[in-house]
């Protein structure tokens, strides 16, 4: 399985065009559309953050995190919906979210099924996650 995700071992990270252009081009290279800069050193660091670009053909399935366990999105380029469901997995809310406009950020705690989904050809988004990041254990989906 290929990677979808770079970590980033330098002292200091800038985002700059460049980075961005490359983070797209891996991430309509790789088959479900998305890849990230993980500006954390591995998943079991206290913080994972990440830059992460995808693609409006991306597929990312509701899920939720353990409660103790927030997440937030802040936009840099395009715009991403996140859809909010309840148990029954019925849209109860949607948030959408722009780097152009506001709102441009949003943060949930853990235990709330969410979705996010690119509504622009490309978002790239900052991704800040409380770690360690266990998949098995982290991720739980709809």
């Known amino acids: 399985m290929v990677s979808n995700s770079i970590y980033i071992k330098d002292e200091i990270f800038v985002l700059d ?9 891996k991430a309509f290279q790789s088959n479900n559309k998305r890849f990230r800069y993980c500006l954390h050193k591995n998943n079991s660091e206290k913080v994972n953050e990440m830059i992460i670009a995808a693609h409006i053909s991306t597929n990312i399935p509701p899920h939720r995190h ?11 380029e395009g715009k991403l919906r996140v859809n909010l ?15 152009d406009n506001y709102p441009k950020m949003y943060r949930i705690q853990g235990n709330i099924w969410h979705q996010p989904v690119p509504i622009s050809e490309w978002v790239i988004y ?17």
């Open 17 to 25: 065009k460049e980075k961005i252009k490359i983070l797209k081009s």
């Open 85 to 99: 469901f309840n148990k029954q997995k019925k849209i109860i809310q949607f948030i959408d979210l722009s780097a």
């Open 126 to 142: 900052h991704e800040v996650y409380t770690g360690p990041f266990i998949k098995e254990e982290d991720v739980e989906y709809l």
């Open 66 to 76: 353990p409660i103790n366990k927030p997440e937030s999105y802040y936009i840099i």
